[in-house]
Protein backbone atom coordinates (compact mmCIF):
# COMPACT_ATOMS: atom_id res chain seq x y z
CA UNK A 1 0.00 0.00 0.00
CA UNK A 2 1.41 3.18 -1.01
CA UNK A 3 -0.89 5.37 1.15
CA UNK A 4 -1.51 5.60 4.78
CA UNK A 5 -5.22 6.67 6.41
CA UNK A 6 -6.35 7.37 9.85
CA UNK A 7 -9.94 7.60 10.27
CA UNK A 8 -11.49 9.02 13.60
CA UNK A 9 -14.68 11.09 15.24
CA UNK A 10 -14.29 13.74 17.53
CA UNK A 11 -16.86 14.49 20.35
CA UNK A 12 -17.86 18.17 20.76
CA UNK A 13 -18.91 18.21 24.51
CA UNK A 14 -19.63 21.54 26.69
CA UNK A 15 -18.19 22.68 30.16
CA UNK A 16 -20.46 25.66 31.36
CA UNK A 17 -22.25 24.69 34.08
CA UNK A 18 -25.65 23.96 33.06
CA UNK A 19 -24.58 21.83 29.83
CA UNK A 20 -21.75 20.08 31.76
CA UNK A 21 -20.40 17.36 29.55
CA UNK A 22 -23.99 17.53 27.42
CA UNK A 23 -22.81 16.57 23.66
CA UNK A 24 -22.96 19.98 21.45
CA UNK A 25 -21.90 18.53 18.07
CA UNK A 26 -19.51 15.95 16.20
CA UNK A 27 -16.65 15.74 13.78
CA UNK A 28 -15.76 12.65 11.16
CA UNK A 29 -12.12 13.12 9.91
CA UNK A 30 -9.82 11.13 7.63
CA UNK A 31 -6.17 11.57 7.07
CA UNK A 32 -4.58 10.01 4.10
CA UNK A 33 -0.76 10.21 3.83
CA UNK A 34 0.00 10.08 -0.23
CA UNK A 35 3.24 8.65 -2.12
CA UNK A 36 4.48 12.21 -2.62
CA UNK A 37 4.59 13.20 1.38
CA UNK A 38 1.07 14.97 0.80
CA UNK A 39 -1.35 14.04 3.62
CA UNK A 40 -4.85 15.51 2.84
CA UNK A 41 -7.62 15.89 5.52
CA UNK A 42 -11.22 15.11 4.83
CA UNK A 43 -13.63 16.76 7.96
CA UNK A 44 -16.86 16.62 8.02
CA UNK A 45 -17.99 18.84 10.90
CA UNK A 46 -21.52 19.09 12.89
CA UNK A 47 -22.26 21.62 15.60
CA UNK A 48 -26.09 21.95 17.09
CA UNK A 49 -26.16 24.80 18.87
CA UNK A 50 -28.17 27.46 17.09
CA UNK A 51 -27.99 28.60 14.62
CA UNK A 52 -26.37 24.74 13.78
CA UNK A 53 -23.06 24.64 11.29
CA UNK A 54 -22.39 21.65 8.88
CA UNK A 55 -18.66 21.69 7.34
CA UNK A 56 -17.43 19.73 4.86
CA UNK A 57 -13.81 20.48 3.93
CA UNK A 58 -11.04 18.56 2.08
CA UNK A 59 -7.62 19.84 2.09
CA UNK A 60 -4.11 19.37 1.15
CA UNK A 61 -0.82 19.85 3.17
CA UNK A 62 2.69 18.68 3.27
CA UNK A 63 3.40 16.05 5.56
CA UNK A 64 6.24 17.36 7.58
CA UNK A 65 4.98 21.22 8.06
CA UNK A 66 1.35 20.74 7.57
CA UNK A 67 1.80 24.30 4.86
CA UNK A 68 -1.37 24.16 2.96
CA UNK A 69 -1.57 23.47 -0.63
CA UNK A 70 -5.17 23.77 -1.76
CA UNK A 71 -8.59 23.02 -0.19
CA UNK A 72 -12.28 23.46 -0.42
CA UNK A 73 -14.97 24.22 2.06
CA UNK A 74 -18.54 23.81 1.96
CA UNK A 75 -21.06 25.54 4.89
CA UNK A 76 -24.55 24.68 5.92
CA UNK A 77 -25.31 27.51 8.81
CA UNK A 78 -29.27 26.91 10.02
CA UNK A 79 -30.05 24.51 7.53
CA UNK A 80 -29.24 26.80 4.74
CA UNK A 81 -26.46 27.10 2.01
CA UNK A 82 -23.87 29.84 3.64
CA UNK A 83 -21.39 29.27 0.98
CA UNK A 84 -18.30 27.08 -0.44
CA UNK A 85 -14.66 28.27 -1.36
CA UNK A 86 -11.38 26.66 -3.08
CA UNK A 87 -8.21 28.49 -1.93
CA UNK A 88 -4.78 27.47 -3.62
CA UNK A 89 -1.40 28.12 -2.24
CA UNK A 90 2.29 28.90 -3.91
CA UNK A 91 4.88 30.28 -2.78
CA UNK A 92 4.11 34.10 -3.75
CA UNK A 93 0.51 34.17 -4.14
CA UNK A 94 -2.90 32.89 -2.35
CA UNK A 95 -5.66 32.63 -4.85
CA UNK A 96 -9.80 31.80 -3.43
CA UNK A 97 -12.81 31.20 -5.29
CA UNK A 98 -15.96 31.41 -3.78
CA UNK A 99 -19.38 32.23 -3.06
CA UNK A 100 -21.46 32.93 -0.47
CA UNK A 101 -25.09 33.54 0.55
CA UNK A 102 -24.27 37.18 1.81
CA UNK A 103 -21.75 38.69 -0.68
CA UNK A 104 -22.09 36.32 -4.01
CA UNK A 105 -19.09 35.61 -5.67
CA UNK A 106 -15.91 36.20 -4.74
CA UNK A 107 -12.11 36.62 -6.10
CA UNK A 108 -9.15 37.00 -3.80
CA UNK A 109 -5.86 37.10 -5.09
CA UNK A 110 -3.05 37.84 -2.69
CA UNK A 111 0.65 38.49 -2.91
CA UNK A 112 2.68 36.92 -0.10
CA UNK A 113 6.09 37.49 0.40
CA UNK A 114 6.49 34.18 2.12
CA UNK A 115 4.76 31.07 2.18
CA UNK A 116 1.61 30.53 4.29
CA UNK A 117 2.08 28.36 7.20
CA UNK A 118 -1.30 26.94 7.77
CA UNK A 119 -4.72 27.36 6.41
CA UNK A 120 -7.14 27.19 9.24
CA UNK A 121 -10.88 25.99 8.01
CA UNK A 122 -11.92 25.02 11.15
CA UNK A 123 -12.10 21.33 11.61
CA UNK A 124 -11.00 20.40 15.50
CA UNK A 125 -8.76 17.72 14.33
CA UNK A 126 -7.02 20.54 12.01
CA UNK A 127 -5.86 22.22 15.14
CA UNK A 128 -3.51 19.37 16.08
CA UNK A 129 -2.01 19.09 12.95
CA UNK A 130 -1.37 22.86 12.87
CA UNK A 131 1.03 22.02 15.50
CA UNK A 132 3.71 20.72 12.99
CA UNK A 133 4.57 23.97 12.60
CA UNK A 134 6.20 24.46 15.79
CA UNK A 135 9.64 22.98 15.85
CA UNK A 136 10.45 20.62 18.49
CA UNK A 137 13.99 20.71 18.59
CA UNK A 138 13.90 23.66 20.52
CA UNK A 139 12.47 22.16 23.43
CA UNK A 140 9.49 23.53 25.17
CA UNK A 141 8.77 26.97 24.06
CA UNK A 142 6.57 29.55 22.36
CA UNK A 143 6.58 30.65 17.95
CA UNK A 144 4.57 32.84 16.61
CA UNK A 145 3.08 32.45 13.34
CA UNK A 146 3.09 35.45 11.09
CA UNK A 147 0.94 34.26 8.22
CA UNK A 148 -1.59 32.35 8.57
CA UNK A 149 -5.09 32.37 6.78
CA UNK A 150 -8.47 31.83 8.15
CA UNK A 151 -11.35 30.60 5.87
CA UNK A 152 -13.81 32.48 8.47
CA UNK A 153 -12.69 34.71 11.52
CA UNK A 154 -15.84 33.56 13.19
CA UNK A 155 -15.16 31.03 16.18
CA UNK A 156 -17.55 28.71 14.95
CA UNK A 157 -16.30 29.18 11.11
CA UNK A 158 -20.11 29.90 10.28
CA UNK A 159 -19.26 32.88 7.68
CA UNK A 160 -17.84 32.69 4.21
CA UNK A 161 -15.33 31.48 3.12
CA UNK A 162 -13.24 34.06 1.84
CA UNK A 163 -9.71 34.43 3.14
CA UNK A 164 -8.52 36.30 6.33
CA UNK A 165 -5.02 36.94 7.27
CA UNK A 166 -3.66 36.84 10.83
CA UNK A 167 -1.01 36.13 13.14
CA UNK A 168 -0.92 34.68 16.66
CA UNK A 169 1.43 32.22 19.10
CA UNK A 170 1.84 28.14 19.47
CA UNK A 171 3.24 27.35 22.79
CA UNK A 172 5.16 23.73 23.34
CA UNK A 173 3.79 22.77 26.90
CA UNK A 174 5.13 19.55 27.08
CA UNK A 175 4.77 15.51 26.50
CA UNK A 176 2.52 13.56 28.72
CA UNK A 177 0.64 10.80 29.06
CA UNK A 178 -3.28 11.11 28.68
CA UNK A 179 -6.15 8.55 28.46
CA UNK A 180 -9.49 9.83 26.01
CA UNK A 181 -12.25 7.75 25.14
CA UNK A 182 -10.28 6.01 21.93
CA UNK A 183 -8.02 5.07 24.30
CA UNK A 184 -4.41 5.85 25.81
CA UNK A 185 -1.92 7.97 24.42
CA UNK A 186 1.65 9.36 24.58
CA UNK A 187 0.93 13.32 24.15
CA UNK A 188 2.36 16.37 23.10
CA UNK A 189 0.53 19.63 24.86
CA UNK A 190 -0.05 22.48 22.94
CA UNK A 191 -1.49 25.60 23.40
CA UNK A 192 -2.99 28.94 21.17
CA UNK A 193 -1.54 32.11 22.44
CA UNK A 194 -1.38 35.62 21.47
CA UNK A 195 -4.81 36.19 19.80
CA UNK A 196 -5.43 39.67 21.26
CA UNK A 197 -6.49 41.87 18.15
CA UNK A 198 -5.74 39.39 15.86
CA UNK A 199 -10.18 38.83 15.50
CA UNK A 200 -13.15 40.74 15.43
CA UNK A 201 -13.17 39.10 18.75
CA UNK A 202 -10.47 37.57 21.29
CA UNK A 203 -10.28 33.75 21.27
CA UNK A 204 -9.91 32.58 24.71
CA UNK A 205 -7.75 30.16 26.08
CA UNK A 206 -6.73 27.26 23.99
CA UNK A 207 -4.81 23.70 24.88
CA UNK A 208 -4.44 21.19 22.43
CA UNK A 209 -3.14 17.57 22.89
CA UNK A 210 -2.18 15.35 19.97
CA UNK A 211 -0.42 12.00 19.31
CA UNK A 212 3.79 12.24 20.18
CA UNK A 213 4.09 10.95 16.79
CA UNK A 214 4.58 12.08 13.04
CA UNK A 215 0.64 12.09 12.76
CA UNK A 216 0.09 14.78 15.22
CA UNK A 217 -3.89 13.11 15.36
CA UNK A 218 -5.89 15.43 17.75
CA UNK A 219 -6.71 13.17 21.14
CA UNK A 220 -8.32 16.00 23.30
CA UNK A 221 -8.47 20.31 23.35
CA UNK A 222 -10.39 22.39 25.17
CA UNK A 223 -11.27 26.21 24.92
CA UNK A 224 -11.76 28.44 28.12
CA UNK A 225 -13.26 31.68 28.86
CA UNK A 226 -16.80 32.32 27.81
CA UNK A 227 -16.72 29.52 25.14
CA UNK A 228 -16.34 26.61 27.45
CA UNK A 229 -15.90 23.53 24.70
CA UNK A 230 -14.73 20.25 24.61
CA UNK A 231 -13.38 17.97 22.17
CA UNK A 232 -12.23 14.21 22.43
CA UNK A 233 -11.24 11.84 20.20
CA UNK A 234 -14.16 8.95 20.75
CA UNK A 235 -13.17 6.60 17.59
CA UNK A 236 -9.74 5.78 16.01
CA UNK A 237 -8.81 3.65 13.02
CA UNK A 238 -5.49 3.45 11.24
CA UNK A 239 -4.58 1.73 8.36
CA UNK A 240 -1.15 1.03 6.43
Known amino acids: MAYRTIRGKILYTSKKPERLD ?5 EYFSITRQADATDVMHAHCEIDDAPMVVRDVVAAMDHVTAAPIDCHVRLTVGDKFEGSGWFRFSAGQVEAETYNRRDGRIRQCIDIDKPVQWMQCHPIV ?3 LLMKAYDLSAGPGKRFLDNVMLSSPDHRGATGPMLFQLGFGIRYVGDERITVQAGEFEARHFQVVDTAGQLPEEHPPYDVWCTADEDYILLRAGVGGYMQTHYE ?7 G
Open 22 to 26: QERGR
Open 126 to 128: GDA
Open 233 to 239: LVELDIQ
